[in-house]
C-alpha cells in the first residue's frame, strides 16, 4: 500500500495498493481511518464502484475495499479520500 498526501491549494489524501488473487475470486480489505467518515451524498449505505472494486463505509472509521479478479490476477485500487468522502 502506499498513502500520498500532496499539499497545494488543497490538501489531497490517497491511498492506495495493488491486490494479488485468483481468477474469478474475490476480496475484502478493511481500512481503518483515525479521522470519521462520511459519503458526500451524505448517506453511509451508498458505495463507490468501480471496474475492479467497490469502496463502502462499514462504520464510522471503517473502509471495505471489495477486489474481484475477474479479468486479472493483479488489481490496483485507490482511495481517494478528497473524492470519497468529506
Partial sequence: MKWKISIGI???KTLSGTSL??????????VYSPTELSWEQGRKVIFHDYNDYSLKIIDDH???VHVRFQGSEKIDWEINFNESFN
Fill in 21 to 30: 488473487g485468483i481468477l474469478n475470486s474475490a476480496q475484502n480489505i478493511i
Fill in 62 to 64: 471503517l473502509i471495505r
Fill in 10 to 12: 488543497k490538501m489531497l
